[in-house]
């Protein structure tokens, strides 16, 4: 035997475990648990190809509705209990016969407590799927019903096969001072899941319920859904720590101790969480917003405690630290209002008539659907330049993520309306006087001296 209890304590428990299972008694009983559970298994999956598509056919025939209707979804949700139905009746069928033939069947019995937990898991699941859509019925099962029922079996088989009590009380290790055992480790877990669950529905409840139904706005409540679920899972934590058994009075003269470091390591970390803080609080940036990113808009996706997800016009996801938002200047085209102007530079020809380039380009304006008539358009003369008349074409939209489509669909107008008028976009011309150097000039190109003009004052326009 070895010198530590606790590997002695283990060893005992599964020579135990191995002299139980070595009994004829209770090979049988194996042997039958295992048979029933494979028949249980056969069937449900014979009923799910057999009989279940035939039900669907004959619901499908009386149902008018486009949509499945209850009864659809109820017969989608039913397939999966066929199991664990299946599996308590035969449960029930084999300790009878065991009972008729006086063989010991306890460990039969037990079983039927796993099928009574797969039926349940199951009904709440069923529950689910008609309630929510399968997307959130599966969220839900893989954070909620999943962790929950596994735990639940595990814990029962554990405590069937060996001493469950005497486990959990081996002591694994010591923490500032406290010993800890493996009771005192999977509680701290358990209290730590509890919460971490609790601030993810919370989370859910407020998008989903809260916020539909009320006039706050989004960027208030995500502020207070992101500070409460900070809040929960910190109140987990202490939870965890008193389990344990941890002084809190070590851990703030560790704190203190690691704050020099964490100030100098980490200072852009904390930087970003105390930024995220503030961000939430001001609201100076909420999620929805759209911004200027590195000469680019951006949708603000989400804002957490240490960053902020910008996602572009172009579908790309750009991580942006909060400390950046509060160091630099921001351009937000959405904090306080929708409403945005763009501009769009326009140039014509001498030759035209200024009021008849006004009227075109505030017609040409009105004929776009994302643009506002309250404000109306509005074109400015901005001046004369080299080589055209310039004007500013400024119109207002609610949607500044599409600044940049708006202004080229703009400009495609623009060119059609001034072409069906024959009125000129012109380009840049430059008129080049030569009046020194011109026998230079024909002796580098002599296949145009000849056509040139001898007079040194001569001009080439």
Known sequence: MSSDPRINLLIQQLETFLIMAARPVVQRQLVAIFLLTAVAALLAHLLRKWLHPRLMTAVHRRDDQPAPSRRIRLLLAARHLYFPLLGLALVRLVTGLFHFWQITGGLITAVAIFFWIILVYRLLLALLTILLSVRSAERYRVRILLPVFSFFVLLITFNQLFDLNG????????????????????????????????????????????????????????????????????????????????????????????????????????????????????????????????????????????????RTADNVEIIIPNEIFLTTQLTNYTKTEVLTRVSVPVGVGYDSDPKQVRTILLETAAKHGRVRQDPSPTVFFDGFGDSSLNFDLAVWVEQPLYRRSLRSDLYFMIWEALAQQNIEIPFPQHDLNLRRGWHEFAQALPSAAEGAPRDEDSQVG
Do not use: C
């Open 167 to 310: 486990i959990l009380q081996i002591e694994l290790l010591k923490l500032l001072g406290a010993s800890l055992t493996l009771g005192q480790l999977l509680t701290a877990a358990l209290w730590l899941y509890i919460f971490l669950i609790l601030a993810w529905v919370m989370e859910e409840a407020m998008n989903k319920v809260v916020m539909p139904r009320t006039q706050v706005e989004p960027g208030m409540i995500h502020s207070v859904v992101t500070i409460s679920r900070y809040l929960i899972i910190s109140v987990g934590v202490l939870l965890v720590f008193s389990t344990l058994g941890v002084n809190l009075t070590s851990l703030a003269l560790i704190g203190t101790g690691l704050s020099v470091g964490i100030g100098f390591g980490l200072q852009q970390i904390i930087a970003n969480f105390i930024s995220g803080i503030m961000l939430q609080f001001e609201q100076s940036l909420r999620p929805g917003d759209v911004i200027e990113v590195n000469g680019q808009l951006g949708t603000v996706e989400k804002l957490t405690i240490r960053y902020t997800l910008v």
